[in-house]
């Protein structure tokens, strides 16, 4: 069972200790949804309000990101909850679409109550939408472009996953760092964006963020002591504390008296002294550790003039070993010349940073700075979502944001609907009215009648301007000469997500309702 279909087995077990009434448990669910969706629509675009969540502890969050609203405020309220995983499916590959799938599921669910009252079956609604899907995906292939990876266009990709509040001025200087990021890791066509590293810092302004080329290390040599940078030299990278733990000891050992304490540290020294020996033998120049370093062999590390860094994060300790073409090493005992990396380790003080960069794979590093710990994970979120949107538009294509595609979808597939016979015909043309909820909302959002600009776009559509669309100002534009561009996965999934969990919704009535639900109890 898919995470979708869980949550709406859980919807059906908790309505049945609620009701019983006439009031049927599709009906229930479908008004759920909808308070759901009306709580997330007016953050939708470019002038989307933020959410304003005051949160049990009185802690205060602001943000526009659709998972994290409806976790926060959909609390036991059964159908609801599918509307959580909505934005969680979408959210979870690209970080983005999620207030357009949340928001689509819903006008899915409106458009199929009206089309019950008309005596329509949700089976047959249920194929009319599947029906929309597949017509949806074959108009989206067409009207896809490809990107050129060294094109303008990943910029305005970039920029358009940031729209909203929270990132207002610094949505070109954060989309600048993720074009240079992908840039530096970019396989041909292709981005793997693990190997964009995301460093916070907090304290300064925004604008001093930056892009490094390698890894980066947010800890501090262990020693004033030892060399603060290595040039062209051997690192060796490894998990393993370079001091006496449990796993060393053969025997465990009691002290009782004065000699077993001092034969304890003897044995201890040895350990250490082995393990330094080790790291001496193999030649290191460097050792970047994720664990701790004990002070004796921070000592001899020191007189051997080796650059020691502990507490090492475990991710920024791959990233390195990666630049430096190294391996992480588990035991340092069992550490041979080939694990070690290669290349330059440099401190730099202002940014209280050492950097690793070496002839191993690129790996690129963005260095996200931000007055608090809280604007820094916002700007995080925005930046990530910036990295998976970027990749997936070089990956599989783009096409216009702003409202227009989903315009133009509704366009083609109302076209197409004139084929289909039978009562899914009506589903067909529903879904592509659902789908003109995406233009409506952002109609809405920047102060325009929604009737009245849908009613234009679609004239604008029906003569040929398929790109046209709503803009940031209000006005109704082209929205590919805007630079409002999208990738076509992330239109997809928000799609597939939605129709998804309104059929999951439509069907749990079909097979149970609240009477029947109540006669079991
Ligand atoms: P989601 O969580 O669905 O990504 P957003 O709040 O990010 O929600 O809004 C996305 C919508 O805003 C998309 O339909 C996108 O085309 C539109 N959009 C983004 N930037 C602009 C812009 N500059 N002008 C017009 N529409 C925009
Ligand atoms: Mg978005």
Not at 39 to 67: C, F, H, M, Y
Not at 368 to 377: A, W
Request: with cysteine; glycine share 10%; hydrophobic share 40%.
């Amino acid at each position: 069972m898919n995470e979708l279909a869980k949550g709406a087995v859980e919807s059906i077990t908790r309505l049945k200790a609620g009701h019983s009434g006439e009031e049927s448990a599709r009906e229930i669910n479908i008004s759920a949804v909808r308070s759901a969706v009306n709580t997330v629509e007016s953050t939708l675009g470019p002038r989307g309000k933020d959410k304003l969540i005051e949160q049990r502890d009185g802690e205060v969050l602001v943000t526009n990101d659709a998972e994290t609203i409806l976790s926060k405020t959909v609390v036991d309220n059964p159908a609801a909850v599918l509307t959580i995983d909505v934005a969680k499916a979408v959210g979870r590959e690209y970080r983005d679409g999620t207030t357009t799938a949340v928001l689509l599921t819903g006008a899915l669910l409106d458009e199929a109550e009206a089309l019950l009252d008309q005596g329509v079956t949700p089976t047959k609604i249920a194929r009319g939408y599947d029906q929309g899907q597949t017509l949806s995906t074959g108009a989206l292939d067409d009207l896809a472009e490809p990107v050129d990876p060294t094109s303008e266009t990943v910029h305005h990709v970039a920029e358009t996953a940031m729209a909203g509040n929270s990132v207002g001025g610094d949505r070109e200087k954060l989309a600048e760092l993720v074009v240079s990021a992908t840039e530096s890791v970019r396989d041909g066509g292709r981005i793997d964006t693990t190997h964009v590293q995301i460093v916070t810092q907090t304290g300064q302004p925004i604008s001093h963020s930056k892009v490094i080329q390698g890894a980066a290390l947010t800890a501090d040599p262990v020693r004033q002591s030892m060399p603060n940078s290595v040039e062209g030299g051997q690192v060796l990278l490894t998990t393993d504390p370079v001091q006496l733990s449990d796993t060393r000891l053969e025997t465990s050992i009691d002290i009782e008296d004065a000699e077993s304490f001092h034969r304890f540290f003897d044995r201890e020294s040895e350990e250490i002294r082995g393990l330094v020996d080790k790291i001496l033998d193999v030649g290191a120049d460097a050792v970047l550790c994720s664990g701790s370093i004990a002070d004796e062999a921070q000592s001899v590390l020191s007189l051997n003039d080796i650059l020691a860094v502990r507490q090492v994060d475990n991710e920024m300790l791959s990233t390195a070993a990666a630049v430096l073409g190294g391996s992480v090493v588990s035991s340092v005992p069992e550490v041979t010349v080939e694990d070690l990396g290669t290349g330059r380790l440099q401190r730099d003080e202002n940014d209280e940073l050492f950097l690793a960069s070496g002839g191993g794979a690129a790996r690129a590093t963005i260095v996200l700075r931000g007055p608090t710990q809280q604007v820094v994970d916002e700007l995080k979120h925005h930046v990530e979502s910036g990295l998976e949107v970027v990749a997936g538009a070089m990956d599989g294509g783009a096409v216009t944001g702003g409202g227009a595609t989903e315009l133009e979808l509704a366009r083609q597939i109302r076209d197409a609907a004139q084929g289909v016979v039978g009562r899914e015909h009506l589903a067909v043309e529903a879904f592509a009215d659902a789908l003109e909820g995406v233009p409506k909302t952002l109609a809405e959002n920047v102060g325009l009648k929604p009737i009245d600009a849908i009613l234009s776009l679609r004239t604008a559509h029906d003569s040929g301007d398929c790109w046209m669309g709503i803009d940031a100002s209000g006005t109704l534009a082209d929205q590919r000469k805007a630079n409002v561009i999208e990738p076509v996965c992330v239109k997809q999934q928000a799609i597939s997500s939605a129709v998804e969990a309104a059929i999951l919704v439509l069907r749990i009535d079909d097979v149970l309702t609240v009477d029947e639900l109540s006669e079991t109890l």
